[in-house]
């Protein structure tokens, strides 16, 4: 049985298809169809995942028994309130923190550290050197990589700069930027890597209504232009629906799977529907409702 089905028969797992909700909870519509599930191999493959910190008193559990795949050119985002263990699982995709069971794998290879094929955006806009230029900042990741030389590395500096809108601000240093400009250079430093998977953990929750929007149309665009993997971190069920093409629910700490959602028919544009809206709640209920 694949993996897909065999969330699909789990009693507290629920599926959106082509916007249509199937749930076992009350006041949602329940639909007998099940989403399609590729046939290729997952690129990501997240099995049986249990997450623990060490507290000065005690054993912190983040997840418990977390599996998901993650297939090439997914916009994937982990959904779910604070404490649920998505930015764990984040960081346990990038090789930042070993699961305390379980395994995740990357193209096959079980992930043991940190790697160049997995690049995380942050959050906080202090990732950037602030004694280099932006293209500078770019192109120190792809040297210390020892992957390319120095031409190399400015030249696709240059080309993903372009494709963020900072051409023009090749030779300007982090502190004349805006949040948001700093936050396009924190991409293009992490896409000029060409990583297999980019990880992004909430990077534009400190943003502004205005400038969030603004960076999830510049995300899509960039998406459509290259087909990268993404990994993306959010609390916010409406970004969501509208970066995502699948995503992963998870229920309050410790974080466990409570729904699997095909979400490709949303947009940008379509987020006041009302199709969208009743798919919003429906999520909602979903995360915060204990009998779901």
């Known amino acids: ?32 169809k099940l989403p399609s599930w590729p046939t290729v191999e997952p690129l ?34 982990l959904l779910g309130p604070s404490g649920c263990g998505k930015s764990s699982l984040l960081k346990s995709v990038a090789g930042f923190l070993p699961p305390r069971a379980g395994s995740i794998e990357l193209d096959g290879q079980v992930v043991r550290k940190a ?36 031409k190399e590395a400015s030249e696709r500096a240059e080309h993903y700069l372009h494709k963020v809108g900072l051409s023009r601000f090749f030779n300007a240093y982090p502190h004349t930027l805006s949040g948001g400009m700093k936050q396009r250079v924190a991409i293009a430093r992490a896409m000029a890597m060409e990583p297999k998977i980019l990880l992004m953990d909430e990077p534009f929750a400190a943003l ?42 998870l ?26 809206q009743a798919t919003a709640q429906r999520i909602h209920h979903l995360l915060f409702n204990e009998q779901a």
Do not use: C
């Open 115 to 150: 790697g160049p094929d997995r690049v995380v955006v942050f959050q906080e806009f202090d990732q950037l050197a602030p004694w280099k230029t932006v293209k500078q900042n770019v192109m120190f990741a792809l040297q210390a990589s020892r992957t390319l030389g120095k």
């Open 208 to 249: 502004d209504a205005l400038t969030r929007r603004k960076m999830q149309e510049e995300l899509l665009a960039l998406w459509e232009d290259t087909k990268f993997t993404l990994m993306f971190v959010t609390h916010s069920i409406e970004e969501a629906l509208v970066l995502g093409n699948r995503i992963l629910l």
């Open 1 to 32: 049985m694949s993996h897909g089905l065999t969330l699909a028969f789990q009693a507290r797992t629920d599926f959106v298809d082509n916007g249509s909700l199937a749930a076992v909870a009350d006041g949602v519509e329940v639909s007998p």
């Open 44 to 77: 990501l493959a997240v099995k049986n995942v249990h997450l623990e910190y060490a507290t000065d008193k005690s054993i912190v559990r983040a997840t418990y028994d977390v599996s998901f795949n993650v297939y090439g050119a997914d916009r994937f985002i």
């Open 251 to 276: 229920s309050p700490h410790p974080g466990r799977v409570k729904a699997e959602i095909n979400s490709h028919q949303f947009s940008l544009d379509s987020a006041g529907s009302r199709e969208f």
